[in-house]
């Protein structure tokens, strides 16, 4: 089906359907290594360029390349690519756009690793980076270097739920002839669609909300133009993060539901935030959908909705986030986000509890923050989960 001028939820089930010679309805998984050529001619063709049919799995396969146009159909880019995790995405394209003596801009609360690669990594390579507060648009213009090649930005970020103006930034990284990347895995095309705000590239981890049911890890990358693309494709290839058929079938199945997902956690996690900024037992909230929020305009302008992610602190400290840890039934204790179950997580006594308690206050981890990545359950049993783990602390 031509989904050009379909909206967003046709596209969602159509786009980059593949057609068979049996009208099979579902893309079917082509777990395949490898094609056969029809002659030495065609088999010339396809390595020249001059036909696309496949050649070979890391360079590309029906399944997997079904799942990339859809993507870049939500995100209204040229074409994506997929991965094999969301960090491949990642490093893949740190590797396609940075050379030694480059320097990367990137949000001071990026994804862990999205920053480790950097300093572990990359820094061996002579690449230089600067990790500040996107959401000050004056840090990121005076943080512009003559060798900078890629402003890097997450929005909203994670835990700390801060938003970057990706048009601004964009109009500025124009400007410097700069390229502009957006990890939007937490908000997905759904309710953000970065290339239409002025950015080059938007990445994804797929494991999250896109494929929504916490059972692959993926990842994917779009770009807006061919160029910029096909420098990519290129990287992808040589380095080999590429996605697996298997994986692909499995994305491509539950991104069908990603608007039906999208909006009753986006609905439940408003409900939840109203109800926790009352709680006496909370200092405060962090919810794009909460007048509260420092970004609420922002978000209202930038997203079509406030996403189902949500940080807060409890008034009771460390010991307080072990309480509610410990006595949560419906929520269950995960690091990952984006699937139909709710997740929390306390980042002081799990994920970050090898991390001294100034390190932790430096990355804006306080001892009573809790994060709560809200999925598709009924509502009224997720504030009641919350509501008997609070009257234990
Ligand atoms: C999980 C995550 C990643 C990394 O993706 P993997 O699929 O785990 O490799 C990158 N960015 C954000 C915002 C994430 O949440």
Excluded at 13 to 41: L, R
Excluded at 286 to 300: Q, V
Excluded at 343 to 350: C, D, T
Aim: proline fraction near 3%; charge should be neutral; aromatic fraction near 8%.
């Amino acid at each position: 089906m031509d989904t050009k001028n379909k909206g967003f939820n046709t596209k969602l089930i159509h786009s980059g359907d593949y057609e068979d010679c049996f009208g099979s309805v579902v893309t079917p998984i082509y777990q395949t290594s490898t094609f056969k050529f029809k002659d030495a001619g065609h088999g010339g063709d396809c390595f020249s360029g001059k036909s696309d049919d496949y050649i070979y799995t890391r360079m590309g396969n029906p399944t997997i390349n079904s799942l990339e146009c859809k993507i870049a159909d939500l995100e209204n880019g040229y074409r994506g690519i997929a991965f094999s995790s969301g960090m491949a995405a990642v490093s893949t394209v740190y590797m396609a756009v940075l050379s030694q003596g480059a320097h990367v801009l990137s949000t001071d609360a990026v994804y862990g690793p999205s920053r480790a690669v950097l300093e572990r990594d990359f820094s061996r390579f002579g690449v230089e980076y600067s990790f500040v507060d996107t959401s000050k648009i004056e840090l990121v213009e005076k943080a512009i270097k003559p060798n900078t090649k890629l402003i890097y930005l997450e929005t909203p970020t994670n835990p700390t739920i801060m938003l970057t103006d990706i048009r601004k930034i964009a109009d500025i990284a124009k400007k410097y002839g700069i390229l502009v990347c957006v990890d939007n895995t937490f908000s997905t095309p759904y309710l953000q669609k970065p290339l239409d705000l002025g950015a080059d590239i938007v990445l994804h981890s797929i494991t999250k909300f896109i494929n929504g049911h916490a059972d692959i890890v993926g990842g994917v990358v779009v770009a807006k133009d061919k160029d910029v693309y096909d420098n990519l494709r290129k990287t992808m290839t040589f380095m080999g993060g590429n996605m697996d058929p298997h994986q692909a079938y499995m994305v491509n199945r539950g991104v069908k539901t990603l608007s039906l997902r999208m909006e009753r956690s986006g609905k439940s996690a408003q409900k939840i935030a109203e109800y926790l900024e009352k709680h006496p037992k909370v200092e405060w909230v962090r919810y794009p959908g909460l007048k509260s929020h420092p970004h609420y305009e922002l978000a209202k302008k930038q997203m079509t909705g406030f996403g189902s992610m949500i940080s807060f602190e409890l008034k009771g400290g460390f010991k307080a986030g072990e309480i509610l840890m410990n006595n949560v039934k419906v929520a269950a204790l995960a690091v990952s986000l984006g699937g139909v179950e709710s997740l929390i997580q306390h980042p002081a006594s799990m994920t970050h509890a090898g991390v001294s308690k100034e390190a932790r206050n430096n990355a804006g981890i306080s001892d009573g923050l809790v994060r709560y990545a809200v999925g598709i359950e009924d509502v009224e049993d997720l504030i009641d989960d919350m509501e008997n783990a609070l009257r234990k602390i």
